[in-house]
């Protein structure tokens, strides 16, 4: 029987580990990740989880014992934020070139300094080329349902799975969260069949020096090319990864009613302006449309949930198919000296399928400052101002900031 | 035998090895000191016995034998010089590569 519990988001990570029946969990406290690790390791201690809690010194030291416990085939996970996530940052580089499907909720916080610990999208999009795949959450019922799913995505590619969700809006905010019959979560996730173990047993060489060339000089490590190679394969898994991610969540949505896709659309099909954007950011945004609705105004929401590997041919084939001239992208993050992440990879995806269509960019809520309707209005009517003023070539601007 | 015991890896996606000689090539390109052992000074040798044996215990590459007299592996010796360091019958000495050119 599933049973509905009003649960902050971290807490939902929590529930969402134990029904997955996870074996090892290293974690660091780090605000605002805390709670999470805090009730799993609740779990634990009381025997609702069999699993390995490993206290640890360091997030960097947190994400080596996954990968150590992800190597001797263990499902495992850890949870952090910020600069927790950026000590973390070589060893996310490895779980990812080692092909282990680790799963990580990625509570988002602003990467300091000055210090900071409000919601801020900097941290999870600063690691977005570690070969990880990311997945960003829009309420605490996605955040359960996208831990299940993150495991059943991971273990089929071997690819280590982040879960992004905002820090405070929706990690320490209480909604109900329907938990799954324990059965009905076994059913749909089996136990993780790893490719290879380390077992003492049977001694193997993981992750060793692996040349720019191809070796020769012993044929079982011919087999696996050189080091291009082994990245190759990452790149090749990432980007055909598309088909397992969607399977996966129709696969969920039959079992259990809730299906969420690539992205989610919002009153997108007569729009002539559409936000996109990513978590609690594209939650606001449709309280902001449907404003702007009774306005006159036909602006829709398009919510990005699949960052990485990003879906460049999705995105152009949605942007073609529209009838919106313009694209306004919100960002809650910053690639210094240029503009938001999310921005630039739109534009790219539409660039490389020919698709032709405004872009503006926004920044906004950087640092955990307070997102309201009236400034996703604010912006919206920025672009619609631009463009009727004829002035295509908008740059990214950054909103509610003192000057 | 080597290919037998990873032949179950179907699908070669990350690098995987099994402990052999020399997992990483020829290290020994990598010396610019060569440890050369002077058996005369080596309390193995003087008593015949597997007595000592720190430099076969302390070299971090395992590229010294385990034998009477002790014998350098040149091919991996990566020429730390911590076997020359730990002798205590100051037995092995380092010798600049460039002496030993062809």
Known sequence: MSEKLVLSGNHAAAHACKGARVQVIAAYPITPQSPATELLSRFVETGQLNAKYVCVESEHSAMTVCIAASSTGARTFTATSANGLALMHEQLHWAAGARLPIVMACVNRAVAAPWNVWTDNQDSISQRDTGWIQLYCEDNQEIYDTILQAYKIAEQIYCPVMVCYDGYILSHTLMPVEIIDQNAIDEFLPPFKPYVTLDPDDPKVLNLVTFPWIRHDHPHIEKFGGYPEIRYKLQQTLRSSFDVIERVDKEFGEKFDRQYGIFKEYMCDEADYIILAMGSLASEATVAAEILYEEGYTVGVLSLKLFRPFPAKQLATFAKQSAASTFIVIDRNLSYGYEGALCTDFKAALYTHHVQKNVHGYLLGIGGRDVNVEQIMEIVHKSRKAIEAGQLDKETEWINIMK | ?102
Do not use: H
């Open chain 2, 1 to 102: 035998m080597e290919k037998d015991k990873l032949k179950n890896i179907e699908v070669p996606i990350s690098s995987i090895s099994i402990p052999i000689e020399g997992e990483a090539g020829r290290t020994g390109s990598w010396r610019t000191e060569r440890p050369i052992l002077d058996p005369s000074k080596c309390a193995a040798v003087k008593q015949n016995k597997l007595v000592c044996m720190l430099c076969w215990l302390y070299c971090p590459e395992g590229t010294i034998s385990r034998t009477i007299p002790p014998k350098i592996n040149y091919y991996y010796c990566k020429g730390c010089g911590i076997c020359a360091k730990e002798c205590p019958s100051k037995a092995i000495t380092m010798k600049d590569e460039t002496n030993f050119e062809e």
